[in-house]
């Protein structure tokens, strides 16, 4: 609160230039309207502490702000101005009446701050109990009271931060797999959804079981390139095709470093004991140091694979493809702007890894977690 101490001070002696060393307005017309500019201040400074802990979104970007921060995620508009006030009024020193109505909040929040946002909740957030069901208590009339309230939403809060921070960790390892090359990798591996990966489909018609279906899978090696996988239609899925994949990855590269992680989802063929084999095989046979396979939480999932994805969809959904090539091509075309160099590699064969695999692997060996930080 000190910079709004100092900024409040500064402006109430005069100071309105468009100068950022002496705390200015720095307004398009560079004065402040009388009456509002102290507190217009306040929300502007207000605004700067939240950026510091709001979640930062790596793919998404506008041209006036850059990066696109969410607030925490079950926060509604009304909510972070509720917060706002409650935090100005713990200070001490401010009385309700001279707190921003929500009209002056909403109006500097869209104009000096309009990268910081509310993120939609999804419906994927329903497949976390926990998350849930806190949801759930915060909307019945049994806990209807301020007390309740405000310490369900503590504890939201406090679990949604921890399932962010958990994914900190991808994000972290992916940079410095991208900064170091020679000492780390990172992948992930993930399917994309399939409901419009058919060959011959028409746009605008719902495909039938005469469309030869393909199944996509996508694969990024974080400073290298991108991989996308059209498996033929008769390859079942599962964990023999999630290894088949990682090892068409790693063969494509002359040299490896010592530190190896696999970034995936909670499906049953990516976070599976045949796959956790597959990566202690790698470490055995000396192909990497150490070996790890990592996963977020539900609702808490990667971005940059979807984004990924979203190029595809993008691109198939405005066209009819009527062969296989049309198909490769549109998704050829989907990517010539995304930032690595993009393979497009058909699968029409898996290995059995299952099989290679299977009579070394403990039965006893269930419930393996997701977490390496709190519930690790």
């Known amino acids: 609160m000190r910079t709004v101490y100092r900024l409040q001070s500064q402006l109430s002696n005069g100071i309105s230039q468009n100068d950022p060393d002496h705390g200015g307005a720095r307004s398009s017309h560079g004065t402040i309207a009388a009456g509002d500019g102290g507190m217009t201040m306040v929300i502007r400074s207000w605004f700067e ?14 041209s006036k702000d850059g990066g696109v921060l969410y607030i925490v995620d079950e926060y509604q508009k009304k909510d972070v101005y509720n917060r706002f006030v409650n935090e100005q009024l713990a200070t001490g020193s401010v009385r309700l009446v001279d707190i921003a ?7 500097v929040w869209a104009q000096y701050h309009s990268c910081v946002r509310v993120r939609q909740t999804k419906n994927v957030d329903s497949k976390d109990a926990v998350k849930a069901e806190l949801r759930r208590l915060r909307r019945t009339t049994a806990t209807n009271n301020h007390h309740d309230k405000k310490h369900l939403t503590a504890l939201l809060d406090s679990w949604c931060e921890s399932n962010r921070k958990e994914r ?3 994000w972290n390892f992916r940079d410095q797999a991208t900064l170091m090359p020679g000492h780390s990798m990172c992948m992930i591996i993930d399917g994309a959804e399939q409901s419009l990966h058919y060959a011959p489909r028409f746009n605008g018609l719902a495909p039938t079981r005469d469309g030869c279906k393909l199944k996509i899978t996508g694969a990024i090696l974080h400073g290298h390139r991108a991989t996308v996988f059209v498996s033929a239609p008769h390859l079942p899925t599962g964990a023999n095709l999630t290894c ?6 790693l063969n494509d590269n002359t040299t490896l470093p010592p530190h190896f992680r696999l970034q995936v989802d909670g499906a049953s063929d990516n976070w599976s004991l045949v796959v956790f084999a597959h990566l202690e095989a790698l470490v055995r046979r000396r192909a990497f140091l150490s070996a790890r396979a990592a996963r977020n939480t539900v609702g808490f999932t990667h971005d940059d694979i979807d984004a990924f994805f979203a190029l595809l969809k993008g691109a198939l959904e405005a066209i009819d493809v009527l062969s296989y090539e049309e198909f490769c091509d549109a998704i050829q075309k989907a990517t010539e702007t995304f930032k690595y160099k993009v393979n497009i590699v058909l699968v029409d064969t898996v290995g059995d890894y299952a099989g290679l695999y299977g009579p070394h692997i403990d039965v006893r060996l269930t419930g393996v977690g997701a977490s390496q930080d709190q519930r690790g």
């Open 49 to 62: 502490s939240v950026k510091q802990t709001s979640d930062r979104q790596p793919n998404v970007w506008n």
């Open 101 to 107: 109505s929500k009209v002056q909040f909403d109006r």
């Open 168 to 170: 900190l960790f991808y």
């Open 244 to 249: 088949t994949l990682i090892d068409h990855v």
